[in-house]
């Protein structure tokens, strides 16, 4: 008897997404280097599920029906080409091989090509929801190979997230387009975790809220539009008792954020194409600087911070805060969107905007119901530059920016860091603005290097030959 599918690479993720599938009635066969992980993936599968986990390659290949639909999911980079090299000569033509790690998307291309000249078939899928969503319902986004596509299709439908009965899957472009937009889903989710973690420091050093207060904070935010899966967790992180001491476990933790790559990646490209998505890139960068915690503390004591001048009315300040988190949040997800709208026209991706804002509704980890309004958005104009250019959006927009000035307003003078806010409200306010300074930067280049301009008022280049008034 064959197996229906095999996963490959059996950690936390992996483990998961095959119990999943092998619960939606498929019979799967796992293989990872690690003979502990092949002897215990029977443990943790449903009883009554055909699970199996093989001790070779060989065996795993061998154990599968074909043509063979193999799913990866092992770390990027290196780990996924040792296993293309090892695998490829043991596969027959027509057979699937599925990356649905953090591959980088160019990575993908050059091993679609390589797969392709095999006559396999290689397709890169981005998957999101942590250990929790790989077993019970992630967000799924695959793209490239559409004969392949078109097979794993019914099973991706079974195993993912659903909103309102829809799955919370659907095909992303051509090529390496399902790496790409996970890529970007990962850009964004950065960005939000910024804001959310600049909210606390208002909240904590300008309201004094304890994390008792702070739970009860972002258990109402989570009950009304800023509902979201990030906004969740918050709240519960706020409840978690340490073990080693009698206080939180938040208090803890030390202030240094990890990252494995994705953000940067979002930000290399973003810089690469030319698209200006500056919360995604402070979220990185505040990530890098977190991390010079021993430097921190010797300027934190060099430079004296001002005394913090407590806001006058807390429930408003709250309610501030909020609505400036909740708007930084839909000006991020803004840009992480513009950047698919133009990497879809640079490498001919033909990414359907609609259908990620669809799918992003449940099951990845920045699901929230702000991305319902996106939907229609997208809905009524598929084709929509920018989501800030949206009538319904922009009401949204305005009826918060008030609470995002005061709120960055209230960090600056106080020394509270808000990088993320900030940079937020100075991405929108140069996208408003018809005029720019930049007028000049144009004078300045042609003056010093011949680098020409255009004019306001006749088409054409121009250079000027510029004049030194003191000569
Ligand atoms: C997801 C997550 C997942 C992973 C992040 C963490 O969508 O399920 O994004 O892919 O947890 O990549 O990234 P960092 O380690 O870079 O924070």
Excluded at 7 to 21: A, C, E, K, Q, S
Excluded at 427 to 436: G, I, N, Q, R, V
Aim: glycine residues 8%.
């Amino acid at each position: 008897e064959k197996y229906n599918y095999g996963v490959i690479g059996l950690g936390v993720m992996g483990r998961n997404l095959l119990y999943n599938i092998a619960d939606n009635g498929f019979s799967t066969a796992g293989f990872d280097l690690d003979e502990e992980k092949v002897k215990e993936l029977h443990n943790g599968a449903t009883p009554g599920t055909q699970v199996k986990g093989t001790a070779s390659l060989e065996d795993f290949v061998s154990a599968l029906e074909t043509p063979r639909k193999i799913i990866l999911m092992v770390p990027a980079g290196k780990p996924v080409d040792a296993v293309l090299e090892n695998i490829t000569p043991l596969l027959s033509p027509k057979d699937i091989v599925v990356d649905a790690g953090n591959s980088y998307f160019k990575d993908t291309e050059r091993r679609i090509a390589d797969l392709t000249s095999k006559n396999l078939h290689f397709m890169g899928m981005g998957v999101s929801g942590g250990e929790q969503g790989a077993r019970r319902g992630p967000s799924i986004m695959p793209g490239g190979d559409l004969e392949a596509f078109t097979l794993l299709k019914p099973m991706l439908e079974l195993i993912a997230a659903k909103v309102n009965g829809e799955a919370c899957t659907a095909y992303m472009g051509k090529g390496s387009a399902g790496n790409y937009v996970k890529m970007v889903h990962n850009g964004i989710e950065y960005a939000i975790m910024q804001l959310i973690s600049e909210a606390y420091d208002l909240l904590r050093k300008g309201a004094n809220l304890n994390n008792d207060q702070l739970y009860e904070v972002f258990k109402k935010w989570n009950e009304g539009e800023m509902n979201s899966f990030l906004i969740e967790i918050t709240r519960d992180i706020f409840k978690q008792k340490d073990e080693l001491t009698d206080g939180f476990l938040v208090d803890q933790i030390l202030d240094k954020a990890g990252a494995k790559g994705t953000g940067k990646w979002t930000s290399e490209q973003a810089m690469e194409i030319g698209v200006s998505i500056p919360t995604i890139d402070i979220a990185v960068t505040s990530r890098i600087l977190s991390a010079y915690k021993e430097e921190r503390v010797k300027a934190s004591q060099l430079y004296a911070k001002e005394e913090i001048i407590k806001p006058e009315n807390t429930e408003l300040f709250i309610q501030e805060v909020g609505e400036a988190l909740y708007l930084a949040t839909l000006i991020s997800y803004a840009q992480g969107l513009a950047l698919l709208v133009k990497a879809s026209e640079e490498y001919q991706f033909e990414i359907p905007l609609k259908d990620v804002v669809k799918i992003w509704r449940g099951g990845c980890i920045i699901r929230s119901v702000l991305l319902e309004k996106f939907y229609s958005a997208y809905t009524q104009a598929p084709d929509l530059s920018n989501i800030l250019l949206n009538q319904e959006i922009s009401g949204i927009v305005q009826s918060k920016i008030k609470s995002l000035r005061k709120t960055a307003a209230f960090a600056v003078s106080n020394g509270i860091p808000s990088l993320g806010l900030q940079t937020t409200l100075g991405y929108f306010d140069a996208y408003t603005t018809e005029s720019l300074p930049v007028n000049l930067i144009q004078a300045q280049r042609d003056y010093f290097g011949a680098h020409t301009y255009q004019r306001v008022d006749r088409e054409g280049v121009f250079h000027t030959s510029w004049q030194n008034v003191n000569n």
